[in-house]
């Protein structure tokens, strides 16, 4: 297998996935960048959910307009997931950046975390689409399924960064001797 960091410049990889979705993104491979392209990387997941809470946040004042009360607290359950969602990951880009100083990762705990960040950046246009479809489900039978679809991929949301917290995590105890 082929070093992932060695294909910062290709842009075919996981690193130029990441690279290709956020302007700016210098990548992990250097060792002294990588606190810094994580914390850019948390930032720029947290903006992008936080973008679709404000929309969602439209769509509940669209509700209320249109006398449609009985869908609030349904479409508040999505808004909080997505909040807590662009909280925990602006949180841990100062909690997580001292791991990789500590721990000496390895290629393939590496290559998981960076999995993990772009199925991270990629779920926020599956969320997109879903508050679209919530959106043109208004006034019609379909809303409640769309709702419920817009909270599942929350839920989602929330399990990928713990997972992704726990191969950190993982690695940190086992660079510890803890395993």
Known sequence: MSDPLG?????KDIIGKIRNKLSGFFGYG???NR??????????????YEEQWSRISGL??????????????????????????????RRAAYGYAG???AVR???????KIYEY???????????????????????????????RHLIALGEEALEAFD???EVILATDSSALGEE
Do not use: H, W
Request: avoid cysteine; charge should be negative.
């Open 99 to 101: 791991f990789f100083d």
């Open 60 to 89: 509940q004042r669209q509700l209320i307009a249109g006398g449609q009360l009985k869908y609030l607290d349904d479409l508040e359950d999505g808004a909080i997931k997505m909040r807590i969602f662009s909280d925990r990951v």
């Open 117 to 147: 960040d772009i199925a991270l950046m990629e779920n926020v246009d599956n969320i997109s689409r879903a508050i679209d479809n919530v959106e043109a489900s208004i006034d019609t039978d379909g809303l409640p399924a769309a709702i």
């Open 30 to 32: 250097d060792r002294e």
């Open 35 to 48: 606190r810094e392209a994580d914390k850019l990387l948390r930032e720029e997941i947290a903006k992008r």
């Open 105 to 111: 990762v390895q290629s393939d705990e590496l290559t």
């Open 163 to 165: 997972r992704r917290a």
């Open 7 to 11: 294909k910062i410049t290709e842009g």
